[in-house]
């Protein structure tokens, strides 16, 4: 009887034991990182320059110097550089979180964009698309390298890493502060002037970034950060009820948005419409929200007139809504007559649904969805005719966001619940670094990450205002779709880089 008790325990121990050497053996091989390499010329600024672009792998690796993961970087860099010292470099990556840097490769900084509708008013339909040179770039400024976060683009797990090694607000930020410092390294870069591009939760990144990137013993300095549609204070670019600011931040937005559409501040200028909501949003509205069940009748009656004024909803809609709109319902609210619903990221947009009276969008948002394809599809065909890139795996636009770690507290800590926000790590950053400045991009039609929301978030948080510059533009979260506005954008990024 022991002896088959015994021989039944060692059998268990066995396969134990197997399953566990079958675990170890399900860990791939880490295969060599490729590298493709070709070089261009183009004219950027007026100016004809030799580029070489380099489109690569490059392996981060844990504390014990294990490979966890591949960044995918698309670098440009001027042939013969110069004076290194004097030649900028700019990190540029999306946001999502989950983005791969399509949008702003494809959209803006690259040395090839695709044209989508400039006014909004067509999808991008289907193949073929509009490739062109992008005569706004910046390559005769600054050398420029695209940045996928791991589960977007080319970039992946290796090894024995783990999703949650990277897919969290602080394991992002270390993953990303590891490989630029590694590219700078390994470009012989440290003696460059650098610099951060983000988009929307690019932003966020960014701003935290910035503070990371001080730290491990390894002390970067950043010169400056370029923020495009930025997204440090959640608070006020999350429309959700009982979320106090966010009634706050969006409004001016949505003023915005209904002249736009002429819904209101017809005859008026956007720039003196913006400014009269501004100032009922500071001095009356913020008051009323505040003041709550308190408001008397008649002050109920005089906010609901003048929020109907703004946003060219009706007033007893707005009575109905307690004097609170929700994005989502002024998305499907501001062109309900014509059966649209307008887009999120750019409220220029417009999406004819099949159900006309849903509380909110249900097809997407149209802003996203009618442009999406063209950038998608531009991106491979460029890889693939013009960087020469031949990759055993699909390009993705955007993945790794899900059951992302938003808090910054490890483990066994006391943490309690709030909106992210990174911006007082960019206020302790600027601080200790007074070399360091700051642009804020903004669109005036953009639903998602409002313009009053940097104005907002940029006045608090210990941030140095007088190295901040705001910029404006008549478009949305991507304003570099609107063409008037991709000129307006590069020359601001020019004066800003340019500037002392």
Known sequence: MKKSILSILLLFGLLAYAQKEEKKEEIKPIPKAKSFETTHQGVFGSKTINYKATAKETYLVNKKGDSIASFWSVAYTKTPMGDVGKRPVTFVFNGGPGSASMWLHMGFFGPKVVKVDSDALQDDGAAPYNLVNNDHGLLDLTDLVFIDPVGTGYSRLLGKGKGKDFYGLKEDVDSFAQFIRKWVTENERWFSPKYLAGESYGTTRAAYL?????????????????????????????????????????????????????????????????????????????????????????????????????????????????????????????????????????????????????????????????????????????????L?????????TSGGGSNWRWRTAPDGQYWEPMPVNTAPHLGETMRRNPAMKVMVASGYYDLITPFFDAEYTFARNGIVTDRVEMTYYEAGHMMYTHQPDLIKLSKDIREFLTSR
């Not at 020469?388 to 993705?396: H, L």
């Open 210 to 386: 910035g503070k990371a990137l001080e730290g491990s013993g390894q002390n970067m300095a950043l010169n400056g950060m370029i923020l495009i549609s930025q997204a440090l204070d959640y608070a006020g670019s999350t429309s959700i009820h009982h979320n106090m600011t966010s009634y706050i931040t969006y409004l001016p937005s949505m003023a915005a948005t209904a002249w736009y559409h002429k819904k209101a501040g017809q005859g008026k200028t956007l720039e003196d419409f913006v400014e009269e909501c501004r100032k009922f949003t500071y001095e009356t509205y913020t008051p009323a929200l505040y003041k709550g069940n308190l408001l008397s009748k008649a002050e109920e009656m005089a906010i609901a007139e003048k929020l109907s004024y703004f946003t060219g909803l009706d007033k007893k809609y707005i009575l109905h809504s307690n004097l609170r709109i929700l994005m989502g319902r002024f998305q499907k609210k501001l062109l309900e007559e014509k059966g649209l619903a307008i887009g999120r990221l750019d409220g220029r947009f417009m999406g004819d649904e099949v159900d006309k009276v849903a509380e909110r969008p249900h097809l997407g948002d149209a802003a996203s969805y009618q442009i999406s394809s063209a950038y998608t599809a531009a991106l491979n065909h460029y890889f693939a005719s013009e």
């Open 388 to 396: 020469k890139i031949k990759m055993d795996r699909p390009y993705i």
